[in-house]
């Protein structure tokens, strides 16, 4: 579906509820599937958790995650420890592109039974599913974080637990935190001391619930809405704690540099537009521990004139596709004169935007989301839209909700 979104005003007050989110609602799946008795609310209703949840209950020998990420890695794990299973783990042509050779490498560490169908280093694998008798690996610590949760999330099943070393500065911290936090919820005792993380096994847990927290990196792209809007404008979203365990918390406060105040009210955040950005402001910031923020602070930067230099985003080049070459040629389409390397992203101020143009997704639901805020400054196409239902199926509902207009093409 392509979507044209005309150039729009929001309503001054508005009120959205976000789907939980799918990085702690994949975590919790794959912890249900070792352990029924665990109990899952507001689980996303995302493609991802979908693909993760039909790959945990299938019985087929071959099972396929199309573009979903998280599964591919977790799912890698999880099929390695489960005895006596075999299966071959495939996805769509980009997931053949994107590596899986440093998980499949600490496995082996672990005594896993992987092997790659066509290239080396990549999907598909064949997975023979067998007990796991060693305890140690060491892994680079700059790796995506997928590759240490999905370690992690298996660990407390080992017979001796896990003691997994990360060598160098570690990247995404947050989601490792995560990982460990919802293994403390569960009542699996683990440390993470300086570059060593410890597991503990347990073979069985108590009866419990656990509610998912909505998807922050989701409300990210009301923030940009909020920051691109008259000062006053607010939109109360739901339902989100303070002391959130996901990453993309720090939005609250880096939206402040954009004008965007958080108010936190029981289960709720506010989003008000409490002042204007002067357009001389350079926003600086390194997003090695949020990462999947950056295409939406890139855009808000654009939509208002403001520099922005942007660092730690080197897991981006490995995303559902090159989501920093992406930002580049679709930002330069709207007038922008933009940088990029192989972790970094400069974009200088500029004064105008080109109205109208057709934005490409590249399979990718974060482009989709973040560049359609910009249609509060101009009138805007974005090409494959049905790409949100990834992560994000309600998106263009909900931006109907609160005073989007757009055509379907």
Request: charged share 20%; with cysteine; aromatic share 6%.
């Amino acid at each position: 579906m392509t979507l044209h979104i005309q150039k729009s005003t929001i309503k001054s007050i508005s009120e959205v509820k976000i789907t939980g989110s799918k990085s702690e609602a994949n975590r919790l799946l794959i912890l249900q599937a070792l352990y029924p008795q665990l109990q899952i609310e507001n689980v996303s209703n995302s493609d991802d958790s979908q693909l993760m949840l039909n790959a945990l209950t299938s019985s087929e020998a071959v099972i396929d995650i199309h573009h979903a990420g998280t599964a591919m890695r977790f799912l890698t794990a999880y099929f390695s420890s489960k005895e006596g299973r075999e299966v071959v783990l495939t996805g769509s042509k980009r997931m053949k592109e994107r590596p899986i050779g440093v998980l499949v490498e600490a496995l082996r560490q672990l005594g896993a039974n992987i092997e790659y169908i066509e290239n080396e280093g990549f999907p598909p694998l064949r997975i023979k599913g067998q007990r796991l008798t060693k305890t140690k690996v060491t892994l680079k610590a700059n790796v995506s974080s997928q590759y240490i949760s999905a370690l992690l999330l298996i660990a407390q099943t080992l017979e001796n637990g896990l003691e997994l070393t990360l060598d160098g500065k570690i990247t995404s911290v947050p989601y490792i935190k995560m990982t460990l936090s919802l293994l403390d919820e569960i009542g699996v005792a683990n440390s993470f001391k300086g570059n060593s993380i410890t597991v503990k096994p347990i073979s069985e847990i108590k009866s419990k619930t656990i509610v998912v927290e909505s998807d922050w990196s989701s409300a990210s792209y009301f923030y940009s809405i909020v920051a691109l809007s008259n000062v006053g404008t607010k939109i109360t979203l739901s339902s989100y704690k303070k002391d959130s365990l996901q990453g993309d918390s720090v939005l609250a406060d880096i939206y402040k540099l954009f004008g965007v105040r958080t108010t936190f009210k029981k289960n709720t955040i506010v989003l008000e537009k409490s002042s204007i950005v002067n357009n001389q402001t350079s926003i600086n910031l390194d997003l090695s521990n949020a990462p999947d923020i950056a295409q939406t602070i890139a855009v808000t930067s654009f939509g208002l004139g403001l520099k922005c230099q942007l660092t730690g985003l080197h897991t981006l080049k490995i995303k559902e596709t090159d989501r920093l070459e992406a930002l580049k040629t679709e930002l330069t389409k709207l007038g922008a004169k933009i940088e990029v390397t192989n972790d970094t992203l400069t974009l200088y101020s500029s004064t105008s935007v080109i109205d109208d143009v057709q934005i490409e997704t590249y399979n990718d639901h974060r482009m989709a989301m973040a560049f359609a805020p910009l249609a509060l400054k101009t009138s805007i196409t974005i090409k494959d839209a049905d790409v949100v239902s990834k992560s994000y199926p309600d998106f263009w509902l909900d931006l109907e909700q609160i005073g989007f207009n757009f055509d379907k093409a």
